[in-house]
């Protein structure tokens, strides 16, 4: 399932997270995050106990260099406005529910050094795949907005998004999602207080899986039904 991809003559690596990750992870986000706090390890540990599958790192040379989480949730619990912290239980994923459809993005970041290497597209496609192997209907997620706050006081950030489905303007966050073809559906205020880059505002995206089977259950829902049947 988990393919290399040919970065600059170097393979990289996307694969499933490892404890022994963590480490790495942390340093990683502190580079990429210098203004947002990061993660705690155990959050990290408490992500990997309640849905291995999700969690994905990508690996160049040796060295960590990205990292995408996820969760699945039942959306119709969490269609209204949500911060991050609701939706992901302040980073424990305690709100995971193998009973949903959804495949939530809760992060994503690469190394800022080896941007435009295709790090970003690599882990994307990656959660896509799970998404298809686990029969999801879809992936969505609340995208940073990084390039609002240069533009805040001159236009509304819906406005902003406008400006960038039109290609008026670009966004590094934003931009990168639809060329994924991830699909936008609206703002989410508040998502990240702490962001100051996006002034605490979200995009809120969509990728609809064409694989996916309304007949069948979904894989983990299939797993959970094994473990209720009754033994003989």
Known sequence: MWQAHNVSMTKLLVRPTE?????????LQAHVYPTISPWKRDQLLHQ???FPEGQLVAVLGGRLVGCASSLVVLWDEWADEHTWKQITA????????PAGFTLYGAEVFVDPRLRGKRLGHALYEGRRKICKKLNLRRIIACGRLPGYHAVSQKMSVELYAKK?????????VLSFQLREGFRYCGIMSDYLPEDRES????????????????????ALQRAAQILTEPTQ
């Open 19 to 27: 404890p022994s990750d963590i480490d790495a992870l942390l340093q």
């Open 48 to 50: 990997l106990e309640v």
């Open 90 to 97: 302040s980073g424990t994923f305690n709100t995971h529910n």
């Open 164 to 172: 960038i489905l039109w290609g008026d303007l670009f966004d590094p």
């Open 199 to 218: 002034c605490g505002y979200a995009s809120l995206i969509v990728w609809i899986n064409p694989d996916y089977d309304p007949g069948q259950p979904t």
